[in-house]
């Protein structure tokens, strides 16, 4: 199954339990989802490809809110609330040759250290999988999607995409990439995945609030799990993640901490204070991003040592 990105296929800006969905899978299904990124302003000059639906999506109102424009939602057939979502991300792709990046006054990691708007226009090469950046540098690409999210908990109303939340969200995660896994806990009928927010790279923290901003392709397989703990989690061939989001940075690393403390518990079969001992001498805290409003905080496990 495919799903394009199109004014009657994409959200933008929001997350919403009542969204109905634009088309369901059953659990274990793939489903390939195209997105698109940018409002008018971060458009290029002629020469390069611009997906034709971003333009229909521009004509039908652009929000007066800043946010994202996600794709989806994906309903996930008989998926309920207490079950986990795992995400495995089979691919992903370039849909563009063009991504974007800028800074602007009272955003990012330093909100008073710059005063101008500053906006560039990056070219990317497919072949080469590179980015060339304004100074001449070529910066090898490393596509992940920005925003991977469930609906949020239908108490919460309409939310906006720009804070990662329980939901998922904007989690900025770099290491996202394809041949990876993230779990979501469910917290509406449907599960509701929706995604957006295409990164050609990233560093970790994200500080100018802007990646390298484009438009991706991905392919997933959409798993129902019973048996996994309600909270994000991720997994790449080589060590497991936990993600934590918050106003704090302090209280994102302790709660990526505690996370990672109860996954090396269960997996590795030692004691609480055990795994604390092993995520003090080898587990790896990073600053995932710093400019969302929630910041995060991720921990890294290597699998070879549970």
């Not at 400019?291 to 921990?299: A, D, F, P, Q, T």
């Amino acid at each position: 199954m495919i799903v394009e990105a199109s004014p009657a296929t994409v959200h933008w800006g929001y997350f919403d339990a009542t969204l109905a969905p634009v088309a369901e899978v059953a659990s274990g299904d793939e489903v390939t989802i195209r997105t698109v990124s940018g409002g008018p302003t971060a458009l290029p000059p002629d020469g390069f490809h611009v997906p034709p639906e971003l333009h229909d999506i521009h004509a039908a109102g652009v929000p007066a809110a800043p946010g994202h424009i996600l794709t989806g939602p994906v309903a996930v057939r008989g998926a309920k609330p207490g079950q986990v979502l795992q995400i495995d991300i089979l691919d992903v792709g370039l849909r563009q040759n063009w991504g974007y990046n800028f800074i602007r006054p009272l955003a990012g990691t330093l909100p008073m250290d710059f005063h101008e708007t500053t906006q560039v226009n990056i070219p990317l090469d497919k072949a080469a999988m590179t980015a060339r950046m304004p100074w001449g540098l070529d910066l090898p690409l490393a596509p992940f999607f920005g925003v991977m999210g469930v609906a949020p908990p239908p108490a919460w109303g309409r939310i906006s995409t720009i804070e990662p939340r329980a939901h998922g969200g904007n989690l900025d995660c770099k290491e996202l990439i394809a041949g990876t896994t993230l779990y979501l806990p469910i917290h509406a009928e449907g599960a509701l995945f929706s995604v957006g927010d295409g990164h050609g790279a990233q560093g970790d923290g994200e500080v100018n609030v802007t990646a390298i901003e484009t438009a991706l392709e991905g392919r997933f397989r959409l798993t129902l799990c019973d048996d996994m703990p309600p909270v994000i989690l991720a997994e790449t061939p080589t060590h497991w993640i936990t993600l934590a989001t918050d106003a704090s940075l302090d209280d994102c690393a302790r709660t990526a901490t505690r996370n990672m403390i109860a996954l090396v518990s269960d997996k590795a079969g030692i004691t609480r204070e055990e795994a604390y001992m092993l995520c003090s001498l080898a587990g790896d805290l990073r600053v995932t991003q710093t400019v969302n409003r929630e910041k995060g905080v991720h921990m890294m496990m290597a699998k070879a040592l549970l």
